[in-house]
């Protein structure tokens, strides 16, 4: 199969590495000597640790924003070394390269349309890899493939053969019944802000959504200055997304929850 991508040079890294340590320099180390000239942007390393979800909820949202045929490699991988497969993905003229452990599954939704393959080691020898260590596939696999691909060098379909299932997401989709919708945290980031899987769409064919989240109701506000400092608000984020915020403060610590709890809106249609 012919690629439908052509690279430009762009690698974005998602990991739960944080910044503790050579873990992601050293990644970006190795896509450099491949690739002297490739772009690399990191897109976060604070994913909650060995929780795929939240690394494939930013990138579900964040690919757009970057040029089509950049290379999006993510490693939140607590399988690493054992049997799990690598997976490598082209989707909307994006390159996805991960751990197959439902860390894409939201986002690769219909495999017909966005081709993905299943990494086998056995047809990379060309480009001489080391032999990977046990315990950090992200500096000795997934890196040297990113750069490979990013270069041009190197197309999803040389990797390994075409697959047409994987490892589906973690958390489900939002429940819709009638006036209700239900769904969960997925993280919260560095102010406190509590961000959901519930898309704009949803709290959108409401006339009056009222949010619910750990025993307190709220109407949703256009942006977080509408609040007094302290108080409790829900928004649609920058993203696209329900976010259950506290206005000059940490809604998350304020409502003692996380990722996992539930939120659920309800209004008149």
């Known amino acids: 199969m012919v690629s439908s991508v ?19 320099a050293t990644m970006k180390g190795v896509m450099l000597r491949r690739f002297p000239d490739a772009k690399i942007i990191d897109l976060t390393h604070e994913v909650f640790v060995h929780w795929p979800v939240e690394a494939g909820f930013w990138l579900e949202r964040a690919f757009r924003y970057f040029p089509e045929g950049t290379v999006h490699v993510a490693v939140v991988d607590p399988g690493v070394g054992t049997l799990r497969d690598i997976i490598v993905a082209e989707h909307e003229g994006h ?7 439902g860390l894409l599954g939201s986002l690769l ?4 349309v966005s ?9 990379t020898g060309k480009f001489q890899f080391d032999p ?20 041009g060098r190197c197309r999803p379909a040389d990797m390994g053969p075409r697959i047409h299932e994987i490892v589906p997401g973690w958390v489900d989709a939002p429940e819709v019944d009638g006036d209700r919708v239900q769904g969960v945290i997925i993280t919260a980031d ?26 307190r109701e709220l109407l949703v506000q256009r942006t977080y200055g509408e609040r007094k400092p302290g108080e409790y608000l829900a928004l649609i984020n920058s993203f696209g997304v329900l976010e ?9 610590e304020g409502l003692g929850v996380g990722r996992g709890a539930p939120v659920v809106v309800r209004g008149a249609r």
């Open 115 to 123: 081709p993905t393959y299943r990494l086998d080691l056995g047809r």
């Open 244 to 252: 259950i915020a506290r206005a000059e403060d940490s809604a998350a």
């Open 6 to 24: 052509r690279a430009c040079g762009v690698i974005t890294l998602t990991t739960d590495f944080g910044h503790k340590g050579p873990y992601v």
């Open 109 to 112: 939704r219909d495999l017909e």
């Open 132 to 151: 990977p260590s046990a315990t950090f596939h992200g500096r000795d696999i997934f890196a040297p493939l990113a750069a490979e691909v990013a270069a």
């Open 190 to 215: 560095h102010f406190g802000n509590l961000i959901s899987n519930i898309d704009e769409a949803l709290v959108s064919r409401f006339e009056a959504p009222r949010v619910t989240i750990a025993g």
């Open 95 to 101: 390159v996805f390269l991960a751990p197959d452990n």
